[in-house]
Antibody
């Protein structure tokens, strides 16, 4: 059974930083693209970033380019999101999601339970 | 970016009803479309890919259709556990984009 478990900081200040982690199990992590998708309170789903199976291709939504960095550690089945220059509008539940393939444009067939990040002074 | 527009935003229905949700893309996405179901406080659940192919374990009362710019998700004979919010997602090109969601609520 695929399991994705997000963790990390919950509260960040405007202009500050937070780092999210996602521990993956139940599937061959090194074979799949992974992504972060977020959902602001009461709003819809918004794709944030994706990283190919071996980490050589990285994709970002325009609104996080230059501020967020996605990375992965295939030896430990872990996905990360480094969030810098935080803004109030980054407040959201952040989901770790498993892509349907190795790289490229994909859908998400498994999701973590989500991790709430609040940006506030 | 490709814009995805869902309609209606809210749909009131009763158990046993047939419901249809529409998703429109701002440009041709062929059949590169997925559907998800989300219940309050929960992660999205993957339902359909390539516009019409059901994910494993998804009941056959769910179906998807369409190509190009117009797509539909149909639930025949709505069950209590189907009351949720449904999202479409295009995977034709980056940035990946979702529709705004359709909440299926109890009439």
């Amino acid at each position: 059974e695929v399991q994705l478990l997000e963790s990390g900081g919950h509260l960040g200040q405007p202009g500050g930083s937070l780092r999210l982690s996602c521990a993956a199990s139940g599937f061959p992590f090194t074979n799949y693209l992974m992504s972060w998708v977020r959902q602001a309170p009461g709003r819809g789903l918004e794709w944030v970033a994706g990283i190919s199976a071996n980490g050589d291709r990285i994709y970002y939504a325009d609104f996080v380019k230059g501020r967020f960095t996605i990375s992965r550690d295939n030896s430990n089945n872990a996905l990360f999101l480094q969030m810098n220059s935080l803004r109030a509008e980054d407040t959201a539940v952040y989901f770790c999601a498993k892509g349907s393939g190795v790289y490229g444009v994909l859908y998400f067939d498994s999701w973590g339970q989500g991790h709430l990040v609040t940006v506030s002074s | 970016d490709i814009q995805m527009t869902q309609s209606p935003s809210t749909l009131s229905a009763s158990v046993g009803d047939r419901v249809t949700i529409t998703c429109r893309a701002s440009q041709n996405i062929y059949t590169w479309l997925a559907w998800y179901q989300q219940k309050p406080g929960k992660a999205p659940k993957f339902l359909i890919y390539k516009a019409s192919i059901l994910a494993g374990g998804v009941p056959s009362r769910f179906s998807g259709s369409g190509s190009g710019t117009e797509f539909t998700l149909t639930i025949t004979s709505l069950r209590p556990e189907d009351f949720a919010t449904y999202y479409c997602q295009q995977y034709d090109s980056y940035s990946l984009t979702f529709g705004g969601g359709t909440k299926v609520e109890i009439k």
